[in-house]
Nanobody
């Protein structure tokens, strides 16, 4: 019933930007905590950013000042704006809400 669809990944040069989207159905993002996670090759999946219904936001230290999580309640969509990208940001990025994962979108940062 719950479905999360990520989009916006791709190949970018170091220093570039991408905006990821998580379009949700069957669940209301404005009243649930939503997280962006990522998993690099041979690495564990890790939390990148989390937004709560109150508006409280948390970020992984290495992305602070570069990434911004936000939501558009009318579109029931959560975004991750990624600026000043570095090769270490390369990973599959996943959206998570209330026990459901999206399928992920691949971000590759390379020159």
């Amino acid at each position: 019933q719950v479905q999360l669809v990520e989009s916006g990944g791709g190949l970018v040069q170091p220093g570039g930007s991408l905006r990821l989207s998580c379009a949700a159905s069957g669940i209301i993002v404005s009243i649930n905590p939503v997280g962006w996670y990522r998993q690099a090759p041979e690495k564990e999946r890790e939390l990148v950013a989390n937004i709560y219904s109150s508006g409280r936001i948390n970020y992984k230290d290495s992305v602070k000042g570069r990434f911004a999580i936000s939501r558009d309640n009318a579109k029931n969509t959560v975004y991750l704006q990624m600026n000043s990208l570095i090769p270490e940001d390369t990973a599959v990025y996943y959206c998570y809400v209330r026990g459901t994962w999206g399928k992920g979108t691949l971000v590759t940062v390379s020159s």
